[in-house]
T-cell receptor, first 114, second 114 residues
Framework: DGGITQSPKYLFRKEGQNVTLSCEQN?????MYWYRQDPGQGLRLIYY???????QKGDIAEGYSVSREKKESFPLTVTSAQKNPTAFYLCASMGPTPSTDTQYFGPGTRLTVL | AQSVAQPEDQVNVAEGNPLTVKCTYSVSGNPYLFWYVQYPNRGLQFLLK??????LVKGSYGFEAEFNKSQTSFHLKKPSALVSDSALYFC????????????FGAGTRLFVKA
């Protein structure tokens, strides 16, 4: 899981509450990503950021928000607007050159809405 | 819409036999192609990637993948399967400006029986 930490490992939330998932990397990578993993659907891209203070929506950004104030940090907020937030969330980072770099993944956070 | 397809939800193979996990892609241009492996409740680990050049790519743990441009396929192979290869395998394609956005397939679960 090389150099990427996600916390907490398990998270429980009541309906209607916002919750923030942490992702930190010490790989000095420019790009960072958030994915959602559901059984049988693979990984779906929520948001990604190529540099500090910039980020792009992925395929399923509705109900989520992110910030990228520091190179090493890319927190994800799951808002009450996300209708089905129970899932496994994975953060990843990558160096500046996709042709030679690969994504490194964190260990994930499992979010359960009660 | 751009997509990556893994047509088999599950592949079963006996230990010592060759294995193939299939992947096809529908992505514009010349995408970078990847295989990742996931063990239970863990993040994804990189196996191999195709950027350009030789159609047979060798990766970690004895895995290799064959790129076929005419069939838009990137099948994962291993000559002799091990029980420890049992895991969830994801095919992915990087697309978009600079290749930063990555699209994942739904995953194929590999079971290797002793």
């Amino acid at each position: 899981d090389g150099g990427i930490t996600q916390s907490p490992k398990y998270l429980f939330r009541k309906e209607g509450q916002n919750v923030t998932l942490s992702c930190e990397q010490n790989l000095n990578h420019d790009a960072m990503y958030w994915y959602r993993q559901d059984p049988g659907q693979g990984l779906r891209l929520i948001y990604y950021s190529q540099i500090v203070n910039d980020f792009q929506k992925g395929d399923i950004a509705e109900g989520y928000s992110v910030s990228r104030e520091k190179k090493e940090s890319f927190p994800l907020t799951v808002t009450s607007a996300q209708k089905n937030p129970t899932a496994f969330y994975l953060c990843a980072s990558m160096g500046p050159t996709p042709s030679t770099d690969t994504q490194y993944f964190g260990p994930g956070t499992r979010l359960t809405v009660l | 819409a751009q997509s990556v397809a893994q047509p088999e939800d599950q592949v079963n193979v006996a230990e010592g036999n060759p294995l193939t996990v299939k992947c096809t892609y529908s992505v514009s241009g010349n995408p970078y192609l990847f295989w990742y492996v996931q063990y239970p409740n863990r993040g994804l680990q990189f196996l191999l990637k195709y950027i350009t050049g030789d159609n047979l790519v060798k990766g970690s743990y004895g895995f290799e993948a064959e790129f076929n441009k005419s069939q838009t396929s990137f099948h994962l192979k291993k000559p002799s399967a091990l029980v420890s290869d049992s895991a969830l395998y994801f095919c992915a394609a990087a697309s978009g400006p600079g290749g930063f956005k990555t699209i994942f397939g739904a995953g194929t679960r590999l079971f290797v029986k002793a």
